[in-house]
T-cell receptor, first 116, second 110 residues
Framework: DAGVTQSPTHLIKTRGQQVTLRCSPKSGHDTVSWYQQALGQGPQFIFQYYEEEERQRGNFPDRFSGHQFPNYSSELNVNALLLGDSALYLC???????????????FGDGTRLSIL | DQQVKQNSPSLSVQEGRISILNCDYTNSMFDYFLWYKKYPAEGPTFLISISSIKDKNEDGRFTVFLNKSAKHLSLHIVPSQPGDSAVYFCAPQSGYALNFGKGTSLLVTP
């Protein structure tokens, strides 16, 4: 049973560039969330995608955008990179439970993004 | 403004004893509370959760307690094992978003 997979594992960019990170959800999951984890901090919610639409967004600027594809995989795009965007970017997937009960999010191992 | 606080950055416990990790929150809209553990170079792994309608949930060696009036939850690990050494995150949920604390690094010594 494949878990959440993210690519690439590491990435180095320079200020002002653009980056795309990719995520494949756990088999059977239909919802994808993205988080940013800075050094020494807990992960911070960026946004969540369901049915190819962004349905909740955290406190991140418009430079952060995303997409979900029909096969439920997702991309996170960040434009005009800043030094402060250096972080571990985590993808999490879950299954929408139509009975209304909460289902935990399952995380990938992340993409380490370094901005020079 | 931190909505979720884990006030102990680190905790050291002897193997076989109880580990107690604490978490305080300020947002009364949180209705689902999760604990994750994280090993270096890996993503967070879901451990245990509790709904706001309960005050206790148990899964093997792990028990989570929720005190809604005090806005406090705790994770108990009994007995602690060396393999439990990891960073533990408290993550209450609001809407679809998990709100993580900064984590507590647990070290279980033989």
């Amino acid at each position: 049973d494949a878990g959440v997979t993210q690519s690439p594992t590491h990435l180095i960019k320079t200020r002002g560039q653009q980056v795309t990170l990719r995520c494949s959800p756990k088999s059977g999951h239909d919802t994808v969330s993205w988080y940013q984890q800075a050094l020494g901090q807990g992960p911070q919610f960026i946004f969540q995608y369901y049915e190819e639409e962004e349905r909740q967004r955290g406190n991140f600027p418009d430079r952060f955008s995303g997409h979900q594809f029909p096969n439920y995989s997702s991309e996170l795009n960040v434009n005009a990179l800043l030094l402060g965007d250096s972080a571990l970017y985590l993808c999490a997937s879950s299954l929408l439970d139509r009975s209304g009960s909460n289902q935990p999010q399952h995380f990938g191992d992340g993409t380490r993004l370094s901005i020079l | 403004d931190q909505q979720v606080k884990q006030n102990s950055p680190s905790l050291s416990v002897q193997e076989g004893r109880i580990s107690i990790l604490n978490c305080d929150y300020t947002n009364s809209m949180f209705d689902y509370f999760l604990w994750y553990k994280k090993y270096p170079a890996e993503g967070p792994t879901f451990l245990i959760s509790i709904s706001s309608i309960k005050d206790k949930n148990e899964d093997g060696r792990f028990t989570v307690f929720l005190n809604k009036s005090a806005k406090h939850l705790s994770l108990h690990i009994v007995p602690s094992q060396p393999g439990d050494s990891a960073v533990y995150f408290c993550a209450p949920q609001s809407g679809y978003a998990l709100n993580f604390g900064k984590g507590t690094s647990l070290l279980v010594t033989p």
